[in-house]
């Protein structure tokens, strides 16, 4: 599982991303993924979703470890797409007992399954192509005139970068508890059989 979490994992490539300034990286995340809420005409999302792929390119990291992140996220994906898929009222479908599928719902939910993905790829681009410091003293510089005002910039800088650094390591760690968990479960499970097996057959 804590592969599958691209958020705080770096990659070192040789790209062009990986080279740009973290403050403009930050910046122009900050723009698109804003900008990215507002798309709404079908052209508008295949413009987008084409920019984006060409970001991907361009970072140098294989298109698979993108999608091996968007599977962490699957069920938040198809949940998405079901909810407004029977939640939106319009031109029907198909109707069942309790659910009704519109052309409306079927376009809203794929706009905002696309949208989610779209900002999930932008938001992994930007720690796959930038190191943990840098990006910490990209953030310090764009929020240092808050500094005058007593606010701490540096510490909440900081703050920020190594919880997303360390959610991997958390994703992990709660790994190791799960099957750690399953181990004792099924230990349990045999030492019991082997007591019924000697109960009912003994020797």
């Given at each position: 599982?804590?592969?599958?979490?691209?958020?705080?994992?770096?990659?070192?490539?040789?790209?062009?991303?990986?080279?740009?300034?973290?403050?403009?990286?930050?910046?122009?995340?900050?723009?698109?993924?804003?900008?990215?809420?507002?798309?709404?005409?079908?052209?508008?999302?295949?413009?987008?979703?084409?920019?984006?792929l060409s970001i991907l390119f361009i970072s140098?990291?294989?298109?698979?470890?993108?999608?091996?992140?968007?599977?962490?996220?699957?069920?938040?994906?198809?949940?998405?797409?079901?909810?407004?898929?029977?939640?939106?009222?319009?031109?029907?479908?198909?109707?069942?007992?309790?659910?009704?599928?519109?052309?409306?719902?079927?376009?809203?939910?794929?706009?905002?399954?696309?949208?989610?993905?779209?900002?999930?790829?932008?938001?992994?681009?930007?720690?796959?192509?930038?190191?943990?410091?840098?990006?910490?003293?990209?953030?310090?510089?764009?929020?240092?005139?808050?500094?005058?005002?007593?606010?701490?910039?540096?510490?909440?800088?900081?703050?920020?970068?190594?919880?997303?650094?360390?959610?991997?390591?958390?994703?992990?760690?709660?790994?190791?508890?799960?099957?750690?968990?399953?181990?004792?479960?099924?230990?349990?499970?045999?030492?019991?059989?082997?007591?019924?097996?000697?109960?009912?057959?003994?020797?």
């Amino acid at each position: 599982m804590a592969n599958s979490i691209l958020l705080g994992q770096y990659t070192e490539k040789d790209s062009l991303l990986h080279h740009l300034d973290p403050r403009a990286k930050l910046m122009s995340m900050i723009f698109i993924m804003v900008s990215f809420l507002m798309l709404e005409s079908f052209i508008s999302y295949l413009l987008a979703s084409l920019f984006v792929l060409s970001i991907l390119f361009i970072s140098k990291i294989p298109f698979r470890v993108y999608g091996r992140g968007l599977k962490s996220v699957l069920f938040i994906l198809i949940f998405t797409f079901l909810y407004h898929t029977v939640t939106t009222n319009g031109t029907l479908i198909w109707s069942g007992q309790f659910i009704k599928v519109t052309v409306e719902g079927l376009q809203n939910g794929t706009r905002f399954v696309l949208r989610i993905v779209l900002l999930i790829l932008l938001a992994s681009m930007l720690t796959l192509t930038t190191k943990p410091l840098s990006m910490a003293r990209g953030l310090e510089n764009l929020l240092a005139p808050l500094s005058k005002i007593k606010v701490p910039v540096e510490q909440f800088s900081l703050m920020i970068v190594i919880a997303i650094r360390f959610i991997p390591t958390i994703i992990q760690e709660l790994d190791r508890i799960l099957l750690a968990q399953k181990a004792e479960v099924m230990i349990s499970r045999r030492y019991r059989c082997r007591n019924v097996f000697l109960l009912t057959f003994p020797f």
